[in-house]
């Protein structure tokens, strides 16, 4: 417990302690002269004789206090952390098997998604095509999230691997990798993030780049979870990339996997209203966090029920409050 006005407990230490004094010296005044009066055989019961004058006089340091405003941290539950959301931004995702297209529809599940966080939750923006790159660091400006979202646009190919390790890197503040081919893994020291979820929207179909299983691994180690969301149809479309017609279908397989390895959950939607409607099921996990709660009223609340009681059993039994 912490008080905001410490100097307060001094005084209510003091006023207490001259209040009782005062109340020994009164009753010994009092019982010298019942004594002179020849009244000192008469005896009485002495908790019903000191009880209530007891209770005033406790009273008082307690409101004292109070009046200290003393705190305590009190562990409360709360949906908060930092969520990156990261784009699949290949030509495939320009397919418009689900309308307008999958990137299209990607983005208004997204925006929906930001528009429900609390402000507790930091929200990042993360693209990936052959690359990976942070285009909006986490933030507790949702509208800034949200206008980063809607600047995405399609090209290149797909490196879902190459987006962890970005992300991880954002989560972690300090660059993340796989080792290169041939060489033995290391351990990489991360720390541990439950609070920091990445959200994957893609169409699952990997063209390049780091080992995405290893990377899931790393995020797992780092305690991220990973949520993916496929964005397309098994039926498939086809895109014009470079005058070339190519076919192109959502893989759930590679996108379940990913989410599994980490803890999280793999969503599937055929078309633009159901992908929305996915975003409502993605688990974001509760945390707990130490707030302080002021305890003035507590303690005023408890001064005020010994003086009432003190001033109830004083009538009772002696006729008077005081």
């Known amino acids: 417990m912490t008080f905001l006005y410490p100097a307060v407990i001094g005084v209510a230490v003091l006023v207490g302690a001259a209040a009782v004094a005062g109340y020994v010296a009164l009753q010994k005044r009092r019982a010298a002269a019942l ?60 397919a418009t098997d689900v309308a307008p297209s999958r990137l299209g529809a990607a983005q208004e599940a997204a925006k929906a998604f930001v528009e429900e966080q609390p ?7 993360l693209v990936f095509g052959d690359q990976a790159l942070l285009t909006q660091a986490p933030t507790d400006d949702h509208a800034a999230a949200s206008a980063a979202i809607g600047r995405v646009t399609p090209s290149g190919g797909t490196s879902l691997g190459q987006a962890i390790l970005v992300a991880l890197g954002t989560i972690t503040g300090k660059p993340v990798s796989l080792p290169a081919e041939g060489q033995a893994p290391t351990t990489q020291d991360l720390g541990y993030w439950p ?16 080992d995405v299983q290893a990377a899931a691994e790393l995020a797992a180690a780092a305690g991220v979870r990973i949520q993916t969301v496929g964005v397309g149809t098994a039926k498939g479309a086809t895109v014009e990339v470079d005058g070339f017609q190519l076919g192109t279908a959502l893989d ?52 005020l029920l010994l003086l009432t009681l003190g001033g ?10 005081v």
């Open 35 to 94: 004594k002179q009066a020849g009244f000192a055989t008469l005896q009485k019961s002495r908790l019903r004789q000191h009880l209530p004058y007891g209770l005033l006089l406790a009273a008082l340091p307690v409101m004292l206090i109070g009046l200290a405003r003393p705190q305590a941290e009190v562990a409360v539950p709360r949906v908060a952390g930092t969520v990156l959301l990261a784009f699949d931004i290949s030509n495939s995702m320009s």
């Open 252 to 303: 759930e397989t590679l996108l379940t996997t990913v989410a599994q390895v980490t803890g999280g959950a793999y969503q599937q939607a055929g078309d633009a209203a159901a992908l929305t409607d996915s975003t409502k099921s993605i688990d974001l996990r509760l945390t707990t966090e130490k707030e302080p709660i002021e305890l003035t009223a507590g303690f005023a609340a408890a001064a």
């Open 119 to 125: 402000d507790t939750v930091d929200v990042g923006v």
């Open 195 to 210: 609070s920091a979820t990445i959200v994957v929207f893609s169409d699952g179909e990997e063209t390049g780049g780091p």
């Open 312 to 321: 109830l059993l004083g009538v009772r039994w002696h006729g008077r409050i």
